[in-house]
């Protein structure tokens, strides 16, 4: 990183140690900013991607079931997919479950398992584009290996910021899957940021633009600077919104 980058750095270091100075949190406040933010992190992670549920209908769906009236059961079963993944992913991440290529094919399977059970977990056999975007993604047939190499990088990769934020990128420039590649980038990204003591991180769709013009520049350019400020800036945010919640609760 950058100056500037190395400055937000070390910002979120101090942010980090004022979290993990109000340890052991108020399990019955924790349990509700949880319960909270999950419903954000599923509402902005769909929606990135066009589900059309609001964040209202996206709590309703996901608490009660309710069908939302003129809206596609696709996005319904999005959201009761996505949430019940990042459930999922909140036990692996507290475990000591060894991170692999499994692990990443199985967040895949349970965010589209009933949106598109034919596909979940299944690595494409065509070619993968993003509508109006210049990157190109690997041959179908380098996907296994591809996968593989990740997977074996996870089992021993820190569980840091800067290893979340790169699994996230290798992810979507591997771009595995026929859909579902970013949702499932997302929820291994904050899979490691959990399993390293910090709160998951949501991209928000005001965020969308910039989000994908990072990704394909880190992709088509090599430059990650942009992607990376714009992820740290998010968990920097993100601790700051912890830290005000929790520090009123205590």
Same mark, same amino acid.
């Given at each position: 990183?950058?100056?500037?980058?190395?400055?937000?750095?070390?910002?979120?270091?101090?942010?980090?140690?004022?979290?993990?100075?109000?340890? #052991?949190?108020?399990?019955? @406040? =924790?349990?509700?900013?949880? &319960?909270?933010?999950?419903?954000?992190? *599923?509402? +902005?992670?769909? /929606?990135?991607?066009?589900?059309?549920?609001?964040?209202?209908?996206?709590?309703?769906?996901?608490?009660?079931?309710?069908?939302?009236?003129?809206?596609?059961?696709?996005?319904?079963?999005?959201?009761?997919?996505?949430?019940?993944?990042?459930?999922?992913?909140?036990?692996?991440?507290?475990?000591?479950?060894?991170?692999?290529?499994?692990?990443?094919?199985?967040?895949?399977?349970?965010?589209?398992?009933?949106?598109?059970?034919?596909?979940?977990?299944?690595?494409?056999?065509?070619?993968?584009?993003?509508?109006?975007?210049?990157?190109?993604?690997?041959?179908?047939?380098?996907? #296994?290996?591809?996968?593989? @190499? =990740?997977?074996?990088?996870? &089992?021993?990769?820190?569980?840091?910021? *800067?290893? +979340?934020?790169? /699994?996230?990128?290798?992810?979507?420039?591997?771009?595995?899957?026929?859909?579902?590649?970013?949702?499932?980038?997302?929820?291994?990204?904050?899979?490691?940021?959990?399993?390293?003591?910090?709160?998951?991180?949501?991209?928000?769709?005001?965020?969308?633009?910039?989000?994908?013009?990072?990704?394909?520049?880190?992709?088509?350019?090599?430059?990650?600077?942009?992607?990376?400020?714009?992820?740290?800036?998010?968990?920097?945010?993100?601790?700051?919104?912890?830290?005000?919640?929790?520090?009123?609760?205590?």
């Amino acid at each position: 990183m950058t100056t500037e980058g190395d400055a937000l750095r070390a910002s979120i270091v101090t942010r980090k140690a004022a979290l993990d100075a109000l340890r #052991p949190l108020r399990q019955a @406040a =924790l349990d509700q900013l949880r &319960a909270a933010w999950d419903v954000e992190l *599923t509402f +902005a992670s769909n /929606a990135i991607e066009g589900n059309t549920l609001t964040l209202r209908e996206t709590a309703e769906v996901i608490a009660h079931g309710i069908t939302v009236g003129g809206k596609p059961l696709r996005d319904h079963l999005e959201a009761q997919d996505h949430h019940a993944a990042l459930a999922w992913v909140r036990d692996v991440a507290t475990g000591s479950t060894m991170l692999n290529e499994t692990i990443v094919t199985e967040i895949h399977r349970r965010i589209i398992l009933r949106s598109a059970p034919e596909i979940a977990g299944v690595y494409s056999r065509v070619p993968r584009r993003i509508a109006g975007s210049a990157t190109i993604f690997p041959n179908p047939l380098k996907i #296994p290996a591809l996968m593989g @190499a =990740l997977g074996d990088w996870l &089992a021993t990769a820190p569980a840091t910021p *800067t290893t +979340a934020f790169d /699994a996230h990128f290798r992810l979507t420039a591997i771009h595995p899957f026929s859909d579902g590649n970013g949702r499932t980038a997302r929820l291994l990204m904050n899979l490691l940021l959990i399993r390293g003591g910090y709160p998951p991180v949501a991209v928000r769709p005001a965020d969308r633009i910039a989000y994908l013009d990072a990704l394909e520049r880190a992709s088509t350019h090599d430059d990650r600077e942009p992607y990376e400020m714009l992820m740290s800036g998010h968990l920097y945010a993100t601790l700051g919104e912890y830290l005000k919640i929790l520090q009123e609760a205590a």
